[in-house]
């Protein structure tokens, strides 16, 4: 079975600075994909990142870039000049191909200090 | 557009008694995932419905128990509630077929207190 690993159950940043926060999953599937969620305290889960897991580029959105490891089974989130407004908990998730289900990690809470 | 809409927001119950919650997904989706969070930790999957049909079952007890509509719209069934049943019920939809990216789409949740 599929497990995700966050261990870092908190991380604190200042604002302004980069942060990055640690994924590990088991798998023995090739294709997959990995995202990370943010869930502030509205706790609607928001998408922040998804990675394919057959492309060898690391994903990017705006301030928020991933390490993908794949033979590492590792998946990182980098997040750079940290905003206020990036405080929330972070979620890991993993999910195969098609028809799998999602699997999350157990979470790191980001504090940004300002 | 509307996104993945759940109901109620929150609600208490007492051990023995059945709960029922209802989620609509985000328009044009047509499979819905039920995951329950518990305080402090990561959502687990409960099951997941397409075609009015459960496709896929976490590992969870026959008192959750779900039902899918021919608008996709979904419940989610618990009957006999435990004191550890008390969670955040979080609905997310997805579009099975099509550009499909792997995301899943989710609401903001129904939290659940069993007294």
């Known amino acids: 079975a599929q497990t995700v690993t966050q261990s870092q159950p908190e991380m604190s940043v200042q604002e302004a600075e980069t942060v990055t926060l640690s994924c590990t999953y088991d798998t023995s599937e090739s294709d997959y994909y990995l995202f990370w969620y943010k869930q502030p305290p509205s706790r609607q889960m928001i998408l922040v990142i998804r990675?394919?897991?057959?492309?060898?580029q690391n994903a990017t959105e705006n301030r928020f870039s991933v390490n993908f490891q794949k033979a590492a089974k590792s998946f990182s989130l980098k997040i750079s000049d940290s905003q206020l407004g990036d405080a929330a908990m972070y979620f890991c998730?993993?999910?195969?191909?098609?028809?799998?289900?999602?699997?999350f990690g157990a979470g790191t809470r980001l504090t940004v200090k300002p | 557009d509307a996104g993945v809409t759940q109901s109620p927001t929150h609600l208490i119950k007492t051990r023995g008694q059945q709960v029922t919650l209802r989620c609509s997904p985000k328009s044009g989706h047509d499979t819905v995932s039920w995951y329950q969070q518990a305080l402090g930790q990561g959502p687990q999957f409960i099951f997941q419905y397409y075609e009015e049909e459960e496709r896929q079952r976490g590992n969870f007890p026959d008192r959750f128990s779900g039902h899918q509509f021919p608008n996709y719209s979904s419940e989610l069934n618990v009957n006999a509630l435990l004191l550890g049943d008390s969670a955040l019920y979080l609905c997310?939809?997805?579009?099975?077929?099509?550009?499909?990216?792997?995301?899943?789409?989710f609401g903001e949740g129904s939290r659940l207190t069993v007294l």
């Open positions: 997310a939809s997805k579009l099975l077929s099509g550009s499909w990216t792997g995301e899943l789409f």
């Open positions: 998730a993993y999910r195969s191909a098609f028809w799998g289900d999602m699997r």
């Open positions: 990675q394919e897991a057959y492309k060898q």
